[in-house]
């Protein structure tokens, strides 16, 4: 078939997940060699203030999109919920593979929930999402900034600095780390984040890569995440606007659902909003997006 370059980020976490996609890639693609590129991206290299406050996430993205444009890499492993809902021009979400768990997962050594845990315990987290949340669940938490990668953060819980933290559980089973989930919380009750669980390999639009990563593409999950990326489109905000939004198949008598959950709040936690939908599972990718565009007006509207 050929030689490629994926680019990704060094962490554990992005290293684990890239290299079990290629090793994915390489079991249907023949005769595949496969370089790795990796990429230090601004928002690696800042690990003392939350994302929010200098950029959000698209912080991870930019300097992996600067070596597919430069022709420097052919493809490139993101988390989806790292990709802002905009792309540069020239570049295409080439494959969306299965989805892992979409849940957030509370890490714990001492209290087995958060509703178990008791009044004034700390809670890291760096995600207003996630904050916010919380504080509707268990406004008597204290809530404590929370960065760097996954070894450095459930250290914080395992050298008694925070009572609990929370994590998206597909980065732990990623890291063969299942085992540190004390709960999870159902995305009915805590709504992810967009894209939460997924994987997206962006390359060039029309270039070799983008035909052969085509393969590995899952509709179930695509689908999905258009729904949820298009409420992010549709709704705006920036990297301060708290949001998150889960879609899933729902198997029945009549045919197959789609379930939409939204939420959202200020950007201090007031007039916190959630919205469902409960629609035909979308024939198409355009549908997708029209339903999720549809749940997010029904956000703004509050």
């Keep these: 078939m050929g030689s490629f370059t994926f680019a990704t980020r060094r962490s554990a976490?992005?290293?684990?997940?890239?290299?079990?996609?290629?090793?994915?890639?390489?079991?249907?693609?023949?005769?595949?060699?496969?370089?790795?590129?990796?990429?230090?991206?601004?928002?690696?290299?800042?690990?003392?203030?939350?994302?929010?406050?200098?950029?959000?996430?698209?912080?991870?993205?930019?300097?992996?999109?600067?070596?597919?444009?430069?022709?420097?890499?052919?493809?490139?492993?993101?988390?989806?919920?790292?990709?802002?809902?905009?792309?540069?021009?020239?570049?295409?979400?080439?494959?969306?593979?299965?989805?892992?768990?979409?849940?957030?997962?509370?890490?714990?050594?001492?209290?087995?929930?958060?509703?178990?845990?008791?009044?004034?315990?700390?809670?890291?987290?760096?995600?207003?999402?996630?904050?916010?949340?919380?504080?509707?669940l268990r406004p008597d938490l204290r809530i404590e900034p929370l960065r760097g990668n996954v070894d450095t953060r459930l250290g914080r819980v395992d050298n008694g600095d925070l009572d609990a933290i929370l994590l998206a559980e597909a980065g732990l089973r990623r890291l063969g780390l299942s085992h540190r989930v004390t709960e999870r919380l159902a995305p009915h009750r805590f709504v992810p984040a967009i894209g939460q669980g997924c994987l997206a390999i962006e390359a060039r639009e029309g270039s070799p890569a983008a035909q052969m990563l085509a393969r590995l593409d899952d509709l179930l999950t695509r689908r999905a995440v258009l729904c949820e990326r298009a409420v992010q489109a549709t709704f705006g905000g920036d990297c301060r606007t708290p949001l998150g939004a889960h879609a899933y198949r729902e198997r029945g008598s009549d045919g197959d659902r789609l379930k939409l959950i939204g939420w959202a709040s200020e950007e201090d936690g007031s007039k916190p909003r959630r919205a469902e939908l409960d629609a035909n599972w979308p024939a198409t990718d355009e549908e997708a997006v029209r339903l999720g565009c549809e749940l997010a007006q029904s956000l703004i509207r509050g």
């Design 13 to 136: 976490l992005a290293l684990a997940q890239s290299r079990a996609f290629v090793r994915a890639l390489e079991a249907v693609v023949p005769d595949l060699h496969v370089d790795e590129l990796q990429v230090v991206t601004e928002g690696d290299r800042i690990q003392d203030r939350p994302l929010y406050e200098v950029g959000g996430k698209g912080l991870f993205v930019k300097e992996i999109e600067e070596a597919l444009l430069e022709g420097r890499a052919d493809f490139a492993v993101h988390s989806l919920k790292d990709l802002p809902a905009g792309l540069p021009p020239g570049l295409v979400i080439a494959c969306f593979p299965p989805r892992e768990a979409p849940t957030d997962a509370l890490v714990s050594k001492k209290f087995t929930s958060l509703s178990l845990l008791p009044r004034g315990a700390t809670m890291g987290t760096s995600s207003l999402r996630r904050a916010h949340q919380v504080r509707a």
